[in-house]
């Protein structure tokens, strides 16, 4: 029965009646990367690719970089041990999750007309019910993604982090819709944000409620994805695998859904 499965959905595949979308934002020197006021600590830099040869006196048939970068720069994948709430988990890191987490069942909650009326939306636990009277309950062990359309504003870092004398301004979830989320017993939590939390939950109860409480619980993060306006709001199932970085707190993904074509 399991062989047959695997044989269906390569032929799936194959004929293209199971698609493949990409979620993921380009990654260079241009990508946004989330600022912090000083009084938080250090920033990450932006990314910077540095070339080894290109088919020069330096490597006469071949082209290669190194790079600089964050592990939370673009499209990225937040481990537990990314928080302090989270740094005692088992299993914590990138190098360590099983593998078996970065493949499940996804669940698409649109939000986008209420983010273009209101850049500071969040998505409270009421709404979510909303969601789940019309499409079906959250599975455990699936992820929740919110939909705002925000990775349209990917390309400029003023317009993606959105911030002025008060502050960032971007949509997120409520600690309470977070709580309710991890009651449910989902793996994990994303948005098209360039964090997983609102701009505004620097004053939330906690604090950045998606890292404190996600993290607290051992499930993982998802941040400037891109594209969540080609999936279902059910049936699509997500694949995000963070590099096996050792002791990693998180790291850029190639994030990619399977859904029905």
């Not at 009651?183 to 604090?207: C, F, H, L, R, Y």
């Amino acid at each position: 029965m399991s062989s047959n499965t695997l044989s269906n959905l390569a032929s799936a595949l194959l004929s293209g009646s199971v698609k493949v979308v990409d979620l993921t934002a380009p990654l260079g020197p241009d990508t946004p990367v989330l600022y912090l006021p000083p009084q938080f600590g250090k920033n990450t830099p932006k990314v910077a690719v540095h070339t080894i040869s290109a088919y020069d006196q330096d490597g006469p048939f071949w082209a290669w970089n190194w790079l600089e970068l964050g592990e939370h720069t673009g499209t990225h994948f937040d481990a537990p041990c990314h928080w302090i709430t989270g740094k005692d988990n088992p299993n914590n890191t990138t190098d360590t999750i099983p593998p078996q987490n970065f493949v499940a069942p996804v669940n698409v909650i649109d939000r986008s007309m209420e983010a273009a009326e209101n850049p500071d939306y969040l998505l409270t636990v009421d709404s979510i019910k909303e969601w789940e009277a019309e499409h079906g309950e959250i599975e455990a062990g699936s992820w929740v993604l919110m939909r705002s359309d925000w990775y349209k504003r990917n390309g400029s870092t003023e317009t993606f982090l959105n911030a002025d004398e008060n502050g960032p301004h971007s949509p997120g979830p409520t600690a309470e819709a977070i709580e309710y989320l991890l009651s449910k017993g989902i793996i994990g939590w994303g948005q098209e944000t360039v964090g997983t939390d609102a701009g505004s939950a620097g004053g939330m109860n906690p604090p950045f409620p998606a890292h404190n409480l996600m993290h607290k619980n051992n499930k993982y993060g998802l941040a400037s994805l891109s594209n969540l306006d080609q999936l279902p709001p059910k049936g699509a199932v997500l694949i995000a695998a963070p590099l096996k970085f050792v002791k990693g707190t998180g790291s850029p993904v190639r994030a990619l859904a399977l859904i029905a074509g």
